[in-house]
């Protein structure tokens, strides 16, 4: 996996059997404090590094777009209980997802598996039935990447 580099994560993408679909331009760099990929992997930083990029001006991408510091960090804070987290329309006003973290072998946050789609098909309840699968899936990648356990997988996994 590419390196973070700093408040950007780089895109990487797959596409589903639909007519119309979205797309993800591999490489391209996409701001951690929107959408639900960024937000896996913002709430999984070493909390010196979350903060300090809390502290940056953060862009609206869209009207749904968390910018503001006390708001972000709640929605952070639910992703760091729930291990993963939902996105509606605050990356692109078109897209949807759900996202879960991936740790690498020393135990950092290197990555997040995400499913998105099109928010009139990627709705809060597809959202939240995927959602399991998804954390699942980041489970069973960090462990192939050799990472430890964490205390909280198996809640996550109930």
């Not at 007519?19 to 896996?40: Q, S």
Request: with cysteine; charged share 25%; aromatic share 4%.
């Amino acid at each position: 996996m590419p390196p973070l580099g700093g408040a950007h994560r780089p895109g990487t993408a797959g596409q589903g059997p639909q007519e119309i679909r979205m797309r993800v331009e591999v490489g391209v760099r996409h701001p951690l404090h929107a959408g639900p990929t960024g937000n896996a992997m913002l709430a999984f930083l070493d909390p010196e590094e979350r903060e300090r990029l809390l502290a940056e001006s953060l862009e609206p991408l869209t009207p749904y777009t968390l910018i503001e510091p006390e708001q972000l960090r709640a929605r952070l804070d639910e992703i760091a209980r729930e291990g993963m987290g939902m996105s509606f329309r605050d990356h692109r006003m078109e897209a949807s997802g759900v996202a879960a973290p991936v740790f690498g072998l020393d135990g950092t946050v290197c990555g997040a598996i995400s499913l998105s789609g099109l928010a009139e098909r990627f709705t809060p309840a597809v959202a939240r039935e995927v959602a399991p699968n998804v954390r699942r899936v980041a489970i069973e990648v960090s462990l192939a990447l050799g990472c430890k356990p964490r205390e909280n997988w198996k809640a996550w996994l109930a």
